[in-house]
């Protein structure tokens, strides 16, 4: 298991990205967080900054690479003594929710498009479409999760507060990030085919975690 974290999360695509840096570590308090776009963490990662829990390693996108995999070779040693928690959104409200956000850097392209020339294919923001959105991959190993506690997007307020109980600080709602379109909207972007292109990119996420549209179908936005 252990070998298998440090290969999922160490390895670096062909832009020199890596999935460390989504990592909230404190090794003295033995408590992680991973943060999943678009789900809610970085109020999160607010929160936990504000409580003293990130040893600012992973967190520092500046950081050189070789530092960061000495730091995580070691947390990944004491895997089992550390709380590890993350949160997940339903990938239909998620997509959205990342089209939103880049929509100005992609130029104002429709939803349409941006599903299928960005989600569903290598795009010029490859891999933030990819494997980094992926919330199976992200949280499974050997179809077993690898986080003590998966927190839902659309639970937030309620999973959080437990997670804040088991890490022993005050829960507080430091919100950032917050997206301004309406969850209404979230059936009325997708048609059929494009239903179809998000299950067939992401298989096995939709069928581990279920996700379904929660409004009636309309045109596309």
């Known amino acids: 298991m252990k070998d298998k974290i440090i290969e999922k999360f ?3 695509d062909e832009l020199g990205n890596t999935l460390l840096t ?5 090794k003295k308090r033995k408590v992680i967080f991973f943060h999943i776009a678009k789900t809610g963490g970085s109020s999160i990662y607010n929160l936990l900054q504000k409580n003293n829990l990130d040893d600012c390693i992973l967190s520092n996108k500046k950081l050189d690479y070789n530092a960061k995999v000495e730091y995580f070779l070691d947390v990944v040693d004491n895997w089992d003594a550390y709380y590890k928690f993350t949160f997940i959104r339903n990938k239909y409200d998620q997509l959205i929710s990342l089209y939103n956000y880049d929509k100005i850097l992609l130029n104002g392209i429709s939803f349409e498009n941006f599903i299928k020339e960005h989600v569903c294919k290598n795009s010029i923001f490859y891999p933030n479409y990819d494997y980094w959105i992926n919330q199976y991959f992200l949280t499974m190993i050997n179809d077993k999760p690898i986080f003590n506690f998966i927190g839902k997007f659309e639970n937030y307020e309620i999973d959080l507060r437990k997670v804040c109980d088991q890490i022993n600080i005050e829960f507080e709602d430091i919100r950032v990030n917050v997206g301004n379109y309406k969850k209404s ?14 299950n067939q990119k992401f298989e096995s996420e939709m069928k581990y975690y279920n996700w379904e549209l929660e409004s009636l179908w309309g045109p596309i936005c």
């Open 10 to 12: 160490c390895r670096l």
């Open 185 to 198: 909207e979230q059936g009325s972007c997708y048609n059929e085919e494009l239903k179809q292109l998000v």
């Open 22 to 26: 989504p990592f909230v570590i404190s």
